[in-house]
Each structure stands twice: as C-alpha cells, then as structure tokens.
C-alpha cells in the first residue's frame, strides 16, 4: 500500500511503518511528493478520454499539480493543503486556543479568499500558471471530492466545480459552526471551499470535474505496489 503526506512529515515515520507492517500483510510504501503527483496523474489518465489534461490533487497535508504530454512534464508541489490553510486562517482571525475557524462569518470571506490567492501565486510555478486555463482541469483527492463536490453537488447529479456555485456555497455556509456544518471534517469545510476559489481566481480556472478517484485507485491500476 501507499502512505502519503502524514508518514511523510511525521518525526515517527520509521517506527510507525515497522509497527504497521507486524499486522498486515503486505509493505507500505512511503511516496515522495513528485512520485504522489505522478501516480495521480497515471490514474487519471486511465479512465478519461484524452491526453490533454492538467490533474489537481488536494489532500489534507498537500497539493499537486501536474500536467504532461509527449515533450513536457509540469508539476507544481505544495504543502498548503487543508489542514495548512485552515491553521492559516485560524492565524489569519486570530483565533486562541481553537482548532476550527467556524464559524468565520461573511465580513472576513474576501480576506480568506485574498490569503489563498496569495498562496496560489507564491506556490504555483510558470509552467502551470501559463497551462491551466487552456486546459482540461480534474480534481481528485480527498479534498474535491469528500469536502468540494458533497458541499456543491450534494443534491446534483454531476461533478463539476465553477466559481459561481463556489461562492454561493461559501456565503450561504460560513456563519454555520461545525455542528451545522455537519460531515467528518467540518472544521476544513469552509476553509476548503476558500483555498479552491482563491486558487481557481488566481490561476483563471472557470470550471473543473472532480473524479472519484485517489491515489489507490493509482497504486491498483499501475501495480507496482503489491
């Protein structure tokens, strides 16, 4: 099996690993960043149509993106992911002692929004700066489609996010504390809903099609791992 960003930055890791595979049966492979990107791609690139795509993974710990074809291979890594946002946000509101933002209320949204933008000029390179919007754009990952697409999409039969119903979902949710909000991870909702807008603003991505898809689905499919 394949063990990502968690295993990754953990000062256990090796312990950790060796503990685990004592009760299962099989090795756990600890992915680098650029090999999670990669795999991420090869899974998508296996269940859609064309060759001319750009894959957006959000996790808890991090994000990717990349984007290949015959003569280039554009990869942008970050670590501001779910959890690094909402601590950024909680930071940003100067909330103590909190470990969730909600409820954030309307008057700070624009703020929020602005702070991912930041993020999103400073974490993502040229190359796919200059690619994204001219584009196929895929979100797979925990974060599109367990907290994006359940919060947009919940009563609607598809799976893509535009900035349009981002927004909506955004003011329409974010005076609700986590008990409202509901769900496993109510505390990133909110957040989660701000970093994809700010960073769908600041890269000029209209829309984008989230696929059920994660790095298992990868891992199975390319059969190095087992």
Known sequence: TVA????????????????????????IHILSQKDEASLAYFAVSKLVPTNDFLVWDIGG??????????????????????VAFKDEVIKKLQIKNKSSP??????????????????????????IKNIISKTKVYG????????INRQINQKLN?????QENLEKVIY????????????????????????VLGHMEALN??????????????AILKNEYF
């Open 205 to 218: 991505i209209l829309q984008y099609e989230v696929l059920d898809l994660n790095l298992t689905s990868g």
């Open 102 to 127: 909600n409820p954030i209320g309307k008057k700070h949204i624009n703020e929020m929004i602005k702070l991912s933008k930041q993020f999103a000029m400073k974490n993502i390179n040229q190359e």
């Open 61 to 82: 710990g991090s994000m990717q993106m990349i984007y290949k074809n015959e003569k280039i291979d554009f990869m942008a890594l970050s670590e501001m992911a779910s």
């Open 158 to 162: 598809n799976r893509f996010i535009n």
């Open 4 to 27: 990502t960003s968690v295993f990754r930055t953990a000062s256990n890791t090796t312990w950790a690993v060796k503990e685990l595979e004592k009760n299962i049966p099989f090795k």
């Open 140 to 147: 797979i990952g925990g974060v599109h489609l367990k907290s």
């Open 172 to 195: 329409g949710r974010c005076e609700l504390a986590d008990a409202a909000l509901g769900g496993k991870y109510p505390e990133t909702d909110i957040t989660n809903l701000i970093l």
